[in-house]
């Protein structure tokens, strides 16, 4: 409960304040959403399959979105940006329809 109740109030908040993204980190926030995504995904069918661990989310969540982000950012140095802001994106979400899946077969059986 308390975790729904910090992200109506992050949310509530988010949209009272409308933070701005600085231009600098603005090509690697989309790829940090997606990594995140993937991280939250993961976690939710470890904890269908019943071996969730908080400590293994956190670092997975904070190493998903920091490697994208690295990736992005070396694609970005070496001129090839926007090709391996695809790969980093596909890649990612195979991980999170993989994840999806299990999800769907754990909660609908099917």
């Known amino acids: 409960?308390?975790?729904?109740?910090?992200?109506?109030?992050?949310?509530?908040?988010?949209?009272?304040?409308g933070p701005e993204v600085p231009a600098v980190v603005e090509p690697y926030l989309p790829i940090a959403v997606v990594a995140a995504?993937?991280?939250v995904f993961g976690g939710l069918r470890a904890m269908?399959?019943?071996?969730?661990d908080d400590k293994v989310f956190v670092v997975s969540f904070l190493s998903n979105v920091v490697v994208a982000a690295l990736i992005v950012f070396l694609g970005d140095k070496l001129g090839v940006?926007?090709?391996?802001?695809?790969?980093?994106?596909?890649?990612?979400?195979?991980?999170?329809?993989?994840?999806?899946?299990?999800?769907?077969?754990?909660?609908?059986?099917?």
């Open 1 to 17: 409960m308390i975790a729904v109740l910090g992200l109506v109030l992050g949310v509530v908040a988010g949209l009272l304040v």
């Open 37 to 39: 995504l993937d991280a």
């Open 48 to 52: 269908l399959d019943g071996i969730f």
């Open 81 to 110: 940006g926007a090709q391996l802001s695809t790969g980093v994106v596909v890649v990612l979400g195979i991980r999170i329809f993989s994840n999806a899946a299990a999800i769907r077969r754990h909660v609908f059986r099917a």
